[in-house]
């Protein structure tokens, strides 16, 4: 209204000008290069996401995630005196995990993670390693790796076989589960 009766359509459109920035005010000084991000592996972008859970049932809900994405089935089991009671898992044949017990008393993959403190791949010949390997859907390759809590194991993640990858990579990355599981026990028991 204070410049008159103008219509927009009447109006000359003014030359595009590109925007002033300071590139443009120096011109001696070179366009730095775009820089691309550095990949993320999988596993490590969620190793971050379990480094800002609150729970531990956060994490390991984040783990078991992880865990459908990488292997055909697993199962997160925690070790009491006598059992291995399943408490997170996910598999064609692990729909209620807290309802798996799995003897410790014969020898089974549970039992020499547990007894050895480290990954296994062994497969013993017993009654519990035959259940075991049915709830995992007969892989031809399990794995198995302990949860150490102030130097007890405290549970054991046991896996089927990988959706792609080698065993080596897997057994690498079930260690790295382990050991995150294993500090957020830690983290959320103070």
Same mark, same amino acid.
């Not at 003897?103 to 993959?109: K, N, Q, R, V, Y």
């Given at each position: 209204?204070?410049?008159?009766?103008?219509?927009?359509?009447?109006?000359?459109?003014?030359?595009?000008?590109?925007?002033?920035?300071?590139?443009?005010?120096?011109?001696?000084?070179?366009?730095?290069?775009?820089?691309?991000?550095?990949?993320?592996?999988?596993?490590?972008?969620?190793?971050?996401?379990?480094? *800002?859970?609150?729970?531990?049932?956060?994490?390991?809900?984040?783990?078991?995630?992880?865990?459908?994405? *990488?292997?055909?089935?697993?199962?997160?089991?925690?070790?009491?005196?006598?059992?291995?009671?399943?408490?997170?898992?996910?598999?064609?044949?692990?729909?209620?995990?807290?309802?798996? $017990?799995?003897?410790?008393?014969?020898?089974?993959?549970?039992?020499?993670?547990?007894? !050895?403190?480290?990954?296994?791949?062994? +497969?013993?010949?017993?009654?519990? /390693?035959? +259940?075991?390997?049915?709830?995992?859907?007969?892989?031809?390759?399990? $794995?198995?790796?302990?949860?150490?809590?102030?130097?007890?194991?405290?549970?054991?993640?046991?896996?089927?076989?990988?959706?792609?990858?080698?065993? /080596?990579?897997?057994?690498?990355?079930?260690? *790295?589960?382990?050991?995150?599981?294993?500090? !957020?026990?830690? *983290?959320?028991?103070?």
């Amino acid at each position: 209204s204070e410049i008159g009766d103008v219509r927009l359509e009447d109006a000359t459109p003014l030359p595009f000008r590109p925007g002033r920035t300071v590139s443009f005010m120096f011109p001696g000084i070179p366009e730095l290069p775009i820089r691309t991000p550095v990949p993320i592996a999988p596993v490590d972008a969620m190793l971050d996401e379990v480094d *800002r859970a609150i729970t531990a049932g956060a994490v390991e809900r984040l783990v078991m995630a992880y865990a459908a994405k *990488r292997w055909h089935a697993g199962l997160l089991a925690r070790i009491e005196s006598t059992h291995a009671v399943g408490i997170r898992g996910h598999g064609a044949r692990l729909d209620h995990p807290e309802r798996v $017990a799995l003897a410790l008393a014969p020898p089974s993959m549970i039992t020499l993670a547990r007894n !050895a403190r480290r990954a296994t791949t062994e +497969q013993p010949s017993s009654k519990t /390693q035959h +259940q075991l390997h049915e709830l995992l859907g007969a892989p031809s390759a399990p $794995a198995a790796t302990p949860v150490i809590v102030a130097d007890r194991v405290h549970a054991v993640l046991v896996v089927g076989d990988t959706i792609e990858g080698t065993l /080596q990579e897997s057994l690498a990355e079930l260690d *790295r589960l382990a050991d995150a599981l294993g500090a !957020a026990y830690v *983290r959320f028991s103070r």
